[in-house]
């Protein structure tokens, strides 16, 4: 049987997932309001990345016979200064998240809890992932500096960026 103190931090991760969700749309509207419609669908389909994510981990606290409990997900932080700091601030968001998924596996290794090790597994290969898009980008930001046609050509490209959930 799986602990209380991992239930509830298995609950307070799936919160997190759709926060982060939340933050990203944050992230998207700052772009569209600047009329750089590329990087607001980049936000927007990381944002549809994370509600998937969130509902992983619905689906698993449920599957284990637990319940999932939602809780108010507090407002994302909205004050961005330019394209590049909505990357730098994500980069900074997938830091943590990477941070939370690795205390909860500490917890289930603690415990024992060979299906939640499992699971997470999945969590903390996607983060490798996740952090090395985002330090990707601003690399390239930072590249571009004011270079306007570069700039144009990595907005187009992460235009066309489209969110197909995996496993």
């Not at 799986?2 to 307070?12: A, R």
């Not at 969700?21 to 590329?38: E, I, K, N, R």
């Amino acid at each position: 049987m799986i602990s209380e103190k991992l239930v509830k931090s298995l609950n307070e991760q799936m919160n997190y997932e759709f926060y982060s969700a939340q933050a990203y749309l944050a992230a998207a509207a700052y772009c569209s309001h600047g009329g750089v419609d590329g990087f607001a669908n980049f936000f927007l389909a990381q944002a549809e990345e994370e509600r998937y994510h969130g509902m992983k981990f619905y689906r698993f606290i449920n599957d284990l016979g637990e319940r999932a409990e939602i809780k108010e997900i507090p407002a994302p932080y909205n004050t961005f200064s330019s394209v590049l700091d909505t990357f730098k601030k994500s980069l900074e968001h997938e830091k943590e998240v990477t941070k939370r998924i690795y205390n909860l596996a500490d917890i289930a290794l603690d415990e024992r809890e060979h299906a939640t090790m499992t699971f997470l597994n999945w969590f903390i290969e996607e983060q490798v992932e996740e952090e090395a898009t985002f330090d990707t980008i601003i690399q390239k930001l930072e590249r571009i500096e004011n270079d306007s046609n570069a700039f144009y050509m990595l907005e187009s490209e992460l235009g066309k960026r489209t969110f197909t959930p995996g496993n």
